[in-house]
């Protein structure tokens, strides 16, 4: 498999957006065990592998989480290729995950778990669209 190509570019993110369909999977099951900070955690990186599957068709990758999500909001969401309340919801995923991961104190309610897996959820969604229509174009 070649990567600089459109058909390298949408194997790779086909295949980062299965992984974030997996870790999607894993926060459902965490959630219906109420082990919820676990499925925070899975709910996060669903919404991050979602997000670099996006991020695969022109090959960009970075060495930190809060420099992937600053560049897909502005490359992503402030140009409109995502809805901007989405922008806000990964914003609020990436700290209730930080938050149940390193926080001894934060109690995450699941209520609050269920509103990242639905972030996860219409993300994934979205990202398959955004996948089809960019690789449809080429």
């Given at each position: 498999?070649?990567?600089?190509?459109?058909?390298?570019?949408?194997?790779?993110?086909?295949?980062?957006?299965?992984?974030?369909?997996?870790?999607?999977e894993s926060a459902k099951r965490n959630l219906k065990d109420n082990?919820?900070?676990?499925?925070?955690?899975?709910?996060?990186?669903s919404i991050y592998h979602a997000i670099c599957a996006c991020m695969?068709?022109?090959?960009?990758?970075?060495?930190?989480?809060?420099?992937?999500?600053?560049?897909?909001?502005?490359?992503?969401?402030?140009?409109?290729?995502?809805?901007?309340?989405?922008?806000?919801?990964?914003?609020?995923?990436?700290?209730?995950?930080?938050?149940?991961?390193?926080?001894?104190?934060?109690?995450?309610?699941?209520?609050?778990?269920?509103?990242?897996?639905?972030?996860?959820?219409?993300?994934?969604?979205?990202?398959?669209?955004?996948?089809?229509?960019?690789?449809?174009e080429h």
């Amino acid at each position: 498999m070649q990567l600089d190509d459109v058909g390298g570019a949408k194997e790779l993110a086909i295949h980062r957006l299965q992984v974030a369909k997996e870790d999607l999977e894993s926060a459902k099951r965490n959630l219906k065990d109420n082990d919820y900070r676990t499925a925070n955690n899975r709910a996060y990186y669903s919404i991050y592998h979602a997000i670099c599957a996006c991020m695969a068709l022109k090959f960009e990758a970075y060495k930190s989480h809060s420099q992937t999500l600053g560049a897909f909001n502005r490359d992503y969401v402030h140009s409109g290729a995502f809805p901007k309340e989405i922008g806000k919801r990964i914003s609020k995923a990436q700290e209730v995950r930080h938050e149940s991961d390193y926080n001894d104190f934060y109690i995450v309610s699941n209520d609050e778990t269920k509103e990242q897996i639905k972030t996860a959820e219409e993300l994934i969604k979205l990202a398959e669209i955004f996948i089809d229509k960019s690789t449809d174009e080429h």
